[in-house]
């Protein structure tokens, strides 16, 4: 189904980043949403942001959206939205994002507009359009983000635990309450549906990530390395996934690997720079390149939630990925025939291995595996998924 080409519907898509530079994997699913969307839809972007929008990053979204609305974050305000959350027991996260002077702009801007429908990706956004009630709402879940800080609490230091704790307590409590705001809800995968503690969760729609073109048809030069991970390096999840990569590597003292990524926190340098089997990139600009420089993408997520992206687009590249079955689970991927499971260092390791030494199965996971996200993974198809059931339903 398509909308009329003679007429398109005004769409005001709430985010809490601007969703460019692609380094975090909210903003990749948003841009690739708009740039689907942009196809049927009149689309007005408001986007939130911690840091200023490079001209450069603005006129990659100009292209797309009629009108463009940014609010920057205000330090100061940052810190009284997060204190005020003691009191109204709202996420630290959602008090994270908010701003009242942007959250009354938005609704100025709003009720001139008289928008069609307002998609508003993560729960940190809700909190400015929950109470617009002039049109229909979709709410992009993406993550069951209350797992995914309950899943942290054993890895925090121990005076972390009780922050950690009251997070995930408020995150369960505002994923369950926000769900009655918004008409329709979506989120990435059926994993992360069955976390939403709604008793009506089953009516979230799953509408999962897709891949750009770009990789499936990207031509490869010679690796460097045997294993390589990507991804935003201040991601707690990324993070404790390249201390488990360094800690499998004192095990494989012939192998080496490539850590690439934005934003590098210092544990990440620390880890890197401590073990000489490992070479650390910050910002790639051609991402594709540093993926390709290894063998096998090792992806060992352990407390992350929603689909990994970096796995759809290194099976994309032919390169066989191992991960756990908590990732995988959400892409859902054969093992052994498109991906490899592993959820222990001793499979992680006997599975490099294999895969190093056995160059059939090498072969076979990396083309099974490209054939598999190619035929699974459409930006095209899922943002066709979403107007359907969502969009075009009011």
């Given at each position: ?15 809490s ?10 903003k ?8 689907e969307?942009s ?11 911690e ?11 100009a ?22 959350c ?8 959602v ?6 002077k942007a959250?009354r ?14 998609y ?12 617009y ?16 800080v309950?899943?942290?609490?054993s ?38 549906r069955?976390?939403?503690m ?5 009516e979230?729609?799953c509408?999962?990530n ?5 990789f499936l ?5 010679e690796?460097s ?18 201390d ?31 073990n ?10 051609d ?13 060992p ?8 992206n ?12 191992i ?5 995988n ?13 592993a959820?222990?260092?001793?499979a992680?390791i ?15 996971i ?29």
């Amino acid at each position: 189904m398509s909308l009329s080409t003679h007429y398109k519907p005004k769409l005001a898509v709430i985010l809490s980043r601007f969703p460019f530079p692609l380094e975090k994997g909210d903003k990749l699913r948003a841009y690739y949403q708009i740039k689907e969307l942009s196809k049927q839809y009149k689309i007005t972007l408001f986007a939130i942001t911690e840091n200023q929008v490079k001209p450069s990053d603005y006129a990659e979204l100009a292209e797309l959206c009629e009108n463009i609305h940014i609010y920057q974050l205000n330090r100061f305000e940052m810190l009284f939205q997060l204190a005020n959350c003691v009191f109204n027991d709202n996420p630290f996260q959602v008090g994270y994002f908010k701003s009242n002077k942007a959250k009354r702009d938005i609704s100025k801007q709003l009720h001139e507009l008289k928008p069609d429908h307002i998609y508003c990706q993560l729960i940190r956004a809700a909190e400015y359009v929950k109470d617009y009630h002039f049109c229909a709402k979709t709410l992009d879940y993406m993550d069951a983000f209350s797992a995914g800080v309950e899943r942290r609490i054993s890895k925090v230091a121990f005076y972390k635990k009780w922050i950690f704790k009251s997070e995930a307590a408020r995150l369960k409590r505002y994923e369950r309450k926000i769900f009655d705001y918004f008409e329709h809800k979506t989120i990435i995968s059926e994993q992360d549906r069955e976390l939403i503690m709604h008793p009506n969760r089953k009516e979230i729609i799953c509408i999962p990530n897709g891949i750009d073109a770009s990789f499936l048809n990207y031509k490869a030069e010679e690796t460097s390395h045997d294993l390589v991970f990507i991804g935003n390096m201040s991601y707690p999840p990324n993070v404790e996934a390249v201390d488990y990569i360094s800690d499998l590597l004192n095990d494989l003292p012939e192998t080496t690997c490539l850590i690439a990524g934005a934003n590098p926190n210092p544990t990440v340098k620390k880890i890197c720079a401590q073990n000489k089997q490992i070479e650390m990139r910050g910002w790639v600009k051609d991402i594709r390149t540093a993926y390709c420089d290894g063998k096998i993408f090792v992806a060992p997520m352990m407390i992350g939630t929603g689909m990994q992206n970096k796995l759809l687009e290194a099976m994309a590249l032919g390169i066989p990925c191992i991960t756990t079955s908590l990732a995988n689970n959400a892409i859902k991927a054969e093992h052994m025939n498109s991906i490899i499971v592993a959820d222990s260092k001793e499979a992680f390791i006997r599975s490099i291995q294999l895969l190093l030494n056995n160059t059939e199965l090498y072969q076979m996971i990396a083309r099974n595996g490209k054939d598999f996200v190619q035929n699974s993974y459409s930006w095209e198809e899922s943002t066709r998924h979403l107007i359907e059931r969502c969009l075009q339903r009011d």
